[in-house]
T-cell receptor
């Protein structure tokens, strides 16, 4: 059974820092891997989706990588801003299109 | 304005009562999903439906029921058999065969059992 783990659980950084969020998964037979953002009390917004055949995806200041062989993904946020403060969730999708989520990293970017 | 709507935003229920959470989408998506989120945790799949009039249990279906009579609607009933129903409930939809295969999420319903 797939297990998704995210480290760290919480992170506090000063504005302007580059940072890396980590995600690991136990079963490499994934269809894709996705990173979501969740603001307090809100739904999820998809940030980046990496297909199983891809190594990375980029959107603006965000870059996500995928290494299936080691069961790892990272989300890199460049030049962090207070507006980036949120919880970031990693999820793998299996061949039946079901998502398995990690417990998230709660990010605080201090002005 | 396309998207997924969930109502109500906040719901309070007395122990022993059934309650139904609404989820509606106008994205013309085939698949719909219900998740539960507990504080500080990720989402866990309750039920999902790939097509109208069909649905499957997820990882934590006990104490919940669903129906999918219309493509745009996927209501979730939290029954009195659910032992710890206080949680944040999220509905999502996905276009089968779409290019990205991502799921789009509604704003959520926070259920509190008094």
């Amino acid at each position: 059974k797939q297990e998704v783990t995210q480290i760290p659980a919480a992170l506090s950084v000063p504005e302007g820092e580059n940072l890396v969020l980590n995600c690991s998964f136990t079963d490499s037979a994934i269809y894709n891997l996705q990173w979501f953002r969740q603001d307090p009390g809100k739904g999820l917004t998809s940030l980046l989706l990496i297909q199983s055949s891809q190594r990375e995806q980029t959107s603006g200041r965000l870059n996500a990588s995928l290494d299936k062989s080691s069961g790892r993904s990272t989300l890199y946020i460049a030049a962090s801003q207070p507006g980036d403060s949120a919880t970031y969730l990693c999820a793998t999708m299996d061949s039946s299109y079901k998502l398995i989520f990690g417990s998230g990293t709660r990010l605080l970017v201090r002005p | 304005d396309g998207g997924i709507t969930q109502s109500p935003k906040y719901l309070f229920r007395k122990e022993g009562q059934n309650v139904t959470l609404s989820c509606e989408q106008n994205l013309n998506h085939d698949a719909m999903y219900w998740y539960r989120q507990d504080p500080g945790q990720g989402l866990r799949l309750i039920y999902y439906s790939q097509i109208v009039n069909d649905f499957q249990k997820g990882d934590i279906a006990e104490g919940y029921s669903v129906s999918r009579e219309k493509k745009e609607s996927f209501p979730l009933t939290v029954t009195s058999a659910q032992k710890n129903p206080t949680a944040f409930y999220l509905c999502a939809s996905r276009q089968a065969g779409g290019k990205t295969d991502t799921q789009y999420f509604g704003p959520g319903t926070r259920l509190t059992v008094l």
